[in-house]
């Protein structure tokens, strides 16, 4: 439920940061051979098709190649650390000394399962500390993430209008 | 001669039976000093864990939560530790062993782990650490002779 909610903002905030991107003020073409303006959306549709071709990117559909965002995974179960690590081990009395030995011997059967040592297979558990430094970097993990791709989508955009730009010109235009 | 001798006798009968006499009456922690010196394998109870890192907190965990048995069989003669919690035998081995003030202590490592067993020989009360890189684990228990 937590990660869902989290999952949720983090999508948010790509989003945000996607169509917030700074769109620079548009350009103006004008006709320098005269062009008449249904000759001039035609221009504009057939160097949309070569800019987005050229470029890889398309204004109507802004997207980037990005590698899969960092994954959220904090509020979920972990894994043990240590490998040879698999289930709970179990105690058992040992008279008075032991009373205050809690689980049982029979649940110990179940564990150490491929785990031959005693020490070795101490089991880590996870700090509170620990886990607030883990959710601090992947907030940190997606925000540069969301950066990124802000940047990229930026990127995109500039070489989109640069090619646009640059076949209005040669379909006689000026571009300003 | 003869009476010097039956002298002698009755000092030395004397000094055997006051020996008995105060073993008899001597508390019990000095009876059974060393009695847990290893010279017997022991079984050693877990009574509580703490889980260290390398900030400085310690948190305290059980047994069942850090994957460590309840129970554990001492053998130091065969040089060796084994859970008697589980059917699937864990065991350790003892790679030195010491003796000093009273206590006898072992040593080993496993994995990426170093540990250390301490056994008072006198009460059995049991102290135990594993190291690992930017980790601890303290264990405190109790030793009983099966």
Known sequence: MIGGRRCAAFVGLVSLAVWSSPVDAQPYYYPMRGQSPQQEESDKGQCYGWAVQQTGFDPANPRVAMPAPPPSSYGQPQAPQGGMVRGAAGGAALGAAGGAIGGNAGEGAAIGAGVGVLFGGLRRMRFEEQEQQEQQMQMRQQQAYASQQQNALAQGRTNYERAFGACMSGRGYSVH | ?146
């Open chain 2, 1 to 146: 001669m003869s009476q010097g001798g039956t002298i002698m006798s009755r000092v030395a009968l004397g000094l055997a039976v006051l020996g008995v006499l105060m073993m008899a009456i001597a508390p019990p922690s000095v009876r059974a000093a060393g009695k847990y010196d290893g010279s017997t394998s022991m079984v050693c109870a877990v009574s509580s864990v703490n889980e260290c890192i390398a900030t400085g907190r310690c948190e305290l965990r059980t047994v069942r939560n850090v994957n460590f048995p309840g129970l554990v069989r001492v053998d130091v003669k065969g040089m060796k530790m084994s859970d008697l919690a589980s059917e699937k035998p864990r065991e350790s081995a003892i790679r030195n062993v010491d003796h000093a003030n009273g206590k006898v202590i072992l040593s080993g490592a496993e994995g990426d782990r170093g540990w250390i067993l301490l056994i008072n020989e006198t009460s059995g009360t049991m102290s135990a650490t594993a190291a690992g890189d930017g980790e601890g684990f303290v264990l405190f228990g109790q030793c009983a002779l099966p």
